[in-house]
């Protein structure tokens, strides 16, 4: 199963950068998308399929605003929109979709976790939707497995941004955000035990990880980027994961496409 992310900064933009071209291209079996910044009437009958992925989309109540998709090759046996926060449901963060059969549970997710560079207001909001996603995480991976893709907006450890000394204070790279992930990963030794699939291919990659660049100065001709757009698998998905890809030969928006192939089918 060849599974892609890609943070699109505006469906429509996208579109006119190639995204869809490229994207029917690339013989993925699902693919999920963030910040989508558009509406159902936008969306139906223009960027609802990719080839013959169908596509399912939880919408922010803002428009131009925020906005997951998932696109599958196979039906899902149920599809969930939101994670049952009002708050955040209303911003349109969360798809999943079930593929169970009997003997597995099985889920794929598009997250899109907040920003909080715009101020702190925003960043007390990161920080709610990081207290309520990760229980959320940890009652999901009780029951079922799950590979969840998406912009976490955290760079992790620091190989995983290029400024890193300058950016400890910052969002995005704030030891708070960074100790939910390593809580998350249980890499402290305790806790959730999720894996960060890319870095499970790719332990030592520095300069080559990133996968978003600020629009400002020369950042992005500079490579001075972040890793930000991550899959999350169970233990046992993430140990049928045998390659990952980030796509940079064409820009469709300040994120590029991360794609990891695993070896099992929907």
Not at 52 to 63: N, R, S, T
Not at 80 to 103: C, N, T
Not at 242 to 257: E, L, T
Request: aromatic share 12%.
């Amino acid at each position: 199963m060849r599974f892609i992310t890609a943070n699109l900064n505006g469906v429509r933009s996208a579109a006119t950068k190639g995204f869809f071209d490229w994207a029917p291209q690339q013989g993925a079996d699902a693919i999920g998308v963030q910040e989508i910044k558009a509406q159902a009437d936008v969306v139906a009958g223009q960027f609802d399929r990719i080839d013959a992925l169908q596509g399912h989309f939880h919408y922010a109540e803002k428009k131009g605003y925020s906005g997951v998709g998932l696109y599958t090759r196979e039906e899902p046996s149920e599809l969930l929109i939101g994670f049952g926060s009002p708050e955040f449901d209303a911003e349109g963060r969360w798809v999943e979709k079930r593929f169970d059969k009997p003997g597995r549970k099985l889920s794929l997710i598009s997250c899109y976790f907040p920003s909080g560079s715009s101020g702190e207001e925003r960043q007390q909001a990161k920080f709610r939707f990081l207290d309520l996603m990760h229980p959320h995480l940890m009652a999901l991976k009780a029951q079922r497995e799950f590979i969840l893709v998406g912009d976490i907006n955290i760079a992790h450890r620091e190989v995983d941004l290029k400024n890193w000394r300058s950016n400890q204070k910052n969002s995005g790279f704030l030891p708070e955000e960074r100790a939910w992930l390593t809580r998350l990963f249980g890499t402290d030794g305790e806790g959730g035990g999720l894996v960060d699939v890319y870095r499970q291919l790719e332990p030592d990659t520095t300069d080559t990880c990133y996968t978003w660049w600020s629009n400002r100065g020369q950042a992005y001709a500079n490579n001075v980027g972040w890793r930000l757009d991550y899959h999350f698998a169970t233990p046992q998905l993430a140990g049928l994961a045998r390659r990952a890809a980030i796509f940079k030969d064409q820009k469709f928006s300040d994120h590029a496409p991360l794609t990891i192939d695993y070896d099992f089918d929907l």
